[in-house]
């Protein structure tokens, strides 16, 4: 099995566990990062979505999620494609979440770039729609 494919598997059954659960168990993701991983958010901590700031290390890395499952809860969350090329993955789909405190939903697209060594994840860095995350943080 080439490394590619080693990737995108890790990847599938960490997002279908996170599907699945709709975000009540992080485990998914930290099973599978490095120690010293890091993880870039395109919103970058703005005050709709302050725990998307850049983060440095597993420890960092869960404050994203405790942030993340706070302050909004997951309707779906879907990935249609895997790119994969060498320790780099693409992950391509959509996501839903309701923002707790208004109430509003998001829907968006979502990539999500990954590299990887070793079998676990280095880098993460998140692209979706900041507008419309914005706009349903408002009240």
């Known amino acids: ?31 599978i990062l490095a120690e010293d991983a890091r993880l870039s958010s395109l919103a970058e901590g ?36 895997y790119v ?3 320790e780099r993955v693409v992950a391509i789909g959509s996501t839903s979440w309701r923002n707790k405190q208004t109430g509003k939903i998001v829907v968006t697209p979502k990539i999500d770039l990954w590299r990887m060594k070793g079998g676990k ?12 995350l914005y706009a349903a943080a408002q009240p």
């Open 84 to 86: 994969a090329q060498g």
């Open 1 to 31: 099995m080439s490394v590619e494919t080693q990737n995108v598997e890790i990847l599938r059954r960490a997002y279908e566990e996170w599907a699945a659960t709709k975000a009540a168990n992080v485990d998914c993701w930290t099973s």
């Open 121 to 132: 994840a280095v880098h993460f860095s998140e692209f979706y729609d900041t507008a419309r």
């Open 46 to 81: 703005a005050q709709a979505a302050p725990f998307t700031e850049p983060r440095s290390g597993r420890s960092e890395i869960l404050e994203y999620f405790e942030g993340l499952t706070r302050d909004w809860e997951m309707v779906f969350y879907r990935i249609d494609e």
